[in-house]
C-alpha cells in the first residue's frame, strides 16, 4: 500500500506546521509520510487570509532565508503586500500579505506533491505506537499500523476539539472537520505527559457585495510591493486588492453588553485560557469598558471571490446575535453572513515538556510542532514545523541538532521561550519579546541564517551564490559611502533642505547619512552615476542606509551577543543532578530539575532562577 515499509518521518497533520515539517524533513533526505484527515484542507488558512505581520514578517522572512516554502507560497498568492512600522527604525519593520486563500492552499499543495521523498495519505492518527518509550509508528481511525522511525505531530486544533457558537457545541476540530480523540489520552493515561485545554476563534466570513465600501476607509497595499522570498522569483504584484477599515460603535457596545448571557466565554461553557491578544469582540467590549470604538479590519479572500473575512471582530455568539451586532457597524447596515464566526477549545501539552529540538523529553523520537505546543498564529507553527522537521531528520541520522539561538534569529526566541519558559496562555510572538531585534530585521534574515540552510541540505549552491553576490556588492556600496567625499557647497543644499547643520569642510558620504534627518534618498542623487554604474538595487542600498544609520545600536547588541554566547558555550550535562546541590535553593532545584535546560543562559532565563543559583552552577560547572 505505501512504498516504503518503514518511513523515516512521519508527519501528522496538515497546516502550517505539518507542511514545513514534512517539507523539511523530505527535501534533507528522509522518507516522509504526511497523514492528515481531509488532503482538500492541506495548508488551510482557518482564521484570517493573510500572513505576516509585527514579528511574524520577520519569522517567514526567516523559514525562507532557511529553505522554507511559506514565504514563496505567499509571494505566489498575495493580493495587497503592505510594509509595516516603516514609520519606525529597521527593527520594527514588517512585512504582511494579504493572500489569496484557495490560491495558498494550492501552492502548498502543489510543492508537496512535487517533492519525491513525500508521501501524501487521507487518514485519521488515533494512536501511537510506542515501544520502551521510542516511537515505532502510528495506528489510524481505519485500522492502519504504519511503521516510522519517527513522529511529529502537528494536530492544531484538532484534540479533542469542541467548537462553540452560542449554546451549540459541536465535537470537531474546525468547522465542519471531526476532531481527533485517542492521542491525548494516550500521552497522558500511558506516558504521563501533562495537558491542558486552549481557546482560540475565528470571525465571520461576509459577502463583500452587501458591505458599503464607501463608509468605510479604504486601505491600500504599498507602491513599490515587496516580497517575503530571497530567493525564488515570482511575477511582480501590478495590480492590488484594497483592504478596507471600519469602527465599531456605542450602540454595538451596548447591544454586545446586553446579550453577555448568550456568549459561551461569559456562561462558564468555554473552560480553555483565550489568547491575550487576540480576544474575541465580546471579551474586547468587557475588558476594555472605557473604549468607544474598536478597529474592524475588511480583508478579501481572494480575486475571484466575494467573501470578506472580519479580522476583529472573532465571537462566539450565536448566529443571530452576530448578525445584529455587524449591522450596526459603518457599512455592514445591510451585511449577509456567509460563515458564522466561532471558538474553539482544543489539547495542548505544556512545551516544557519538550527538549529545544521541540522532541518529547519522554517519549523519543517523537516531536511536537504549532498549536500542540500552546502558540497561535500561522508564522509560529510554520517556524516550529520547519525545526521539528530539520531536527528529526537530524535525530534519526544520527547528526549533530540544529538549534538557534535567541541572537539569531525570532525563531531561536520563540522556541527558547516556549520550552524555558512555558505557557499558560496562547502564545503570540512580538518584536518586544527578543533581546536582539536590531540583529533580527526582516531584511537581513538571509545573510543570518541561509548558510546555517546550506550546512544542513535545505539551501542550494545556487542560492548561496546567490547571497555571495549579494552580500559582495553590499560591501561594494558601503566601500563607495564609506570613502567618497564632497564639498561643502554640493552636500549643504541638501542639508538646508532638511534643516540638518551645515558643513565646512569636505565630508564622507557615511557622515553625511548617518545624521538622523537624512534619507538614503537625500544622498543618491550626489551618487547616481556610481550607482547606475554598479547597477546597485533598491534592496542594497536600503541594507547599506541601515548599516551606516544604525551602526551604534548594531555594534551595541553584537556585542551583548558575545557575552551572552559565553553563557550558552556553558553546557550543563542532560544527567545533571541538581538536588545534590544543597546550596542551590530549594525553588531552583525543583525548577532546574523540572525544566533540564541545556546551557547555563538557558537556565538563566527560567522564571525563579537568582542571579546566586547562577554563580553556584557556574561553580559546579568549573569543577
Not at 479533542?160 to 476532531?179: D, L, P, S, V
Not at 475571484?304 to 455592514?332: A, C, H, R, W
Not at 549533530?400 to 512555558?422: M, S
Amino acid at each position: 500500500m505505501f512504498p516504503y515499509t518503514i518511513y523515516d518521518v512521519i508527519v501528522v497533520g496538515g497546516g502550517h506546521a505539518g507542511i514545513e515539517a514534512a517539507s523539511a524533513s523530505s527535501n534533507m533526505g528522509s522518507k516522509t509520510l504526511l497523514i492528515t484527515t481531509n488532503l482538500q484542507t492541506i495548508g488551510q488558512m482557518s482564521c484570517n487570509p493573510a500572513i505576516g505581520g509585527i514579528a511574524k514578517g520577520q519569522i517567514i522572512r526567516e523559514i525562507d532565508a532557511l529553505g522554507g516554502y511559506t514565504g514563496i507560497v505567499t509571494d505566489s498568492s498575495t493580493i495587497q503586500f503592505r510594509m509595516l512600522n516603516k514609520s519606525k527604525g529597521p527593527a520594527m519593520w514588517s512585512p504582511r500579505a494579504q493572500c489569496d486563500r484557495r490560491l495558498f492552499s494550492y501552492y502548498w499543495r502543489s510543492f508537496l506533491e512535487k517533492n519525491n521523498k513525500l508521501d501524501l495519505y487521507q487518514d485519521t492518527v488515533t494512536s501511537l505506537i510506542v515501544e520502551q518509550y521510542k516511537i515505532k509508528g502510528v495506528q489510524t481511525f481505519f485500522g492502519l499500523k504504519i511503521k516510522g522511525k519517527s513522529v511529529i505531530l502537528t494536530n492544531g486544533t484538532f484534540l479533542n476539539g469542541k467548537i462553540h457558537i452560542g449554546k451549540k457545541k459541536i465535537n470537531g476540530g474546525r468547522i465542519a472537520e471531526q476532531e481527533v480523540r485517542g492521542i491525548t489520552e494516550q500521552l497522558t493515561q500511558s506516558f504521563g505527559l501533562k495537558f491542558g485545554r486552549m481557546k482560540t476563534g475565528t470571525s465571520p466570513r461576509v459577502d463583500g457585495r452587501s458591505l458599503n465600501y464607501d463608509r468605510m476607509k479604504p486601505q491600500n497595499g504599498d507602491i513599490n510591493p515587496k516580497k517575503f522570498s530571497f530567493f525564488h522569483h515570482t511575477k511582480k504584484l501590478k495590480k492590488q486588492i484594497k483592504c478596507h477599515i471600519t469602527y465599531t460603535n456605542q450602540k454595538v457596545h451596548d447591544f454586545i453588553r446586553n446579550n453577555f448571557s448568550y456568549s459561551p466565554v461569559f456562561t462558564g461553557s468555554i473552560q480553555g485560557v483565550s489568547p491575550r491578544y487576540c480576544p474575541s469582540i465580546e471579551d474586547k467590549v468587557f475588558r476594555f469598558s472605557d473604549k468607544k470604538e474598536h478597529t474592524i479590519f475588511v480583508e478579501p479572500e481572494g480575486w475571484d471571490t466575494v467573501e470578506v473575512y472580519v479580522n476583529g471582530f472573532s465571537t462566539s455568539f450565536p448566529e443571530e446575535i452576530q448578525y445584529q451586532s455587524l449591522k450596526k457597524i459603518s457599512g455592514f447596515e445591510k451585511v449577509q453572513i456567509l460563515k458564522p464566526g466561532y471558538a474553539i477549545e482544543y489539547d495542548y501539552f505544556p512545551p516544557e515538556q519538550l527538549k529545544m529540538t521541540l522532541e518529547s523529553k519522554i517519549i523519543e523520537n517523537l516531536f511536537f510542532a504549532g498549536q500542540i505546543n500552546g502558540t497561535t498564529g500561522y508564522e509560529e507553527a510554520a517556524a516550529q514545523g520547519l525545526m521539528a522537521g530539520i531536527n528529526v531528520h537530524l535525530k534519526i541520522h544520527e547528526k549533530e541538532p540544529f538549534i538557534l539561538k535567541r541572537n539569531q534569529a525570532y525563531i531561536g526566541v520563540l522556541i527558547d521561550d516556549l520550552i524555558t519558559k512555558g505557557t499558560k496562555e496562547p502564545y503570540r510572538m512580538f518584536t518586544s519579546r527578543a533581546e536582539y531585534r536590531m540583529l533580527l530585521r526582516q531584511d537581513n534574515a538571509d545573510d543570518r541564517l541561509t548558510p546555517m540552510g546550506y550546512n544542513i541540505g535545505l539551501i542550494s549552491e545556487d542560492k548561496m551564490i546567490l547571497l555571495d553576490r549579494k552580500k559582495y556588492k553590499i560591501k561594494k556600496c558601503m566601500y563607495l559611502f564609506q570613502n567618497k567625499n564632497f564639498d561643502p557647497q554640493i552636500i549643504n543644499p541638501i542639508l538646508y533642505s532638511k534643516k540638518s547643520p551645515p558643513i565646512y569642510h569636505k565630508k564622507k558620504i557615511e557622515t553625511i547619512l548617518s545624521r538622523s534627518e537624512i534619507e538614503i534618498e537625500d544622498v543618491i542623487p550626489l551618487l547616481i552615476d556610481e550607482i547606475k554604474k554598479n547597477n546597485f538595487s533598491e534592496e542594497i542600498l536600503e541594507q547599506v542606509s541601515i548599516r551606516i544609520k544604525y551602526k551604534g545600536y548594531i555594534d551595541r547588541e553584537k556585542e551583548n551577543a558575545k557575552k551572552l554566547l559565553k553563557l550558552e558555550n556553558l553546557k550543563i550535562p542532560n544527567n545533571f543532578d541538581y538536588k545534590l546541590i544543597k546550596s542551590l535553593s530549594s525553588e531552583a532545584r525543583e525548577k532546574l530539575d523540572y525544566y533540564r535546560p541545556i546551557s547555563l543562559a538557558q537556565a538563566s532565563r527560567i522564571s525563579g532562577i537568582s542571579p546566586s543559583d547562577l554563580s553556584i552552577l557556574l561553580i559546579y560547572m568549573g569543577r
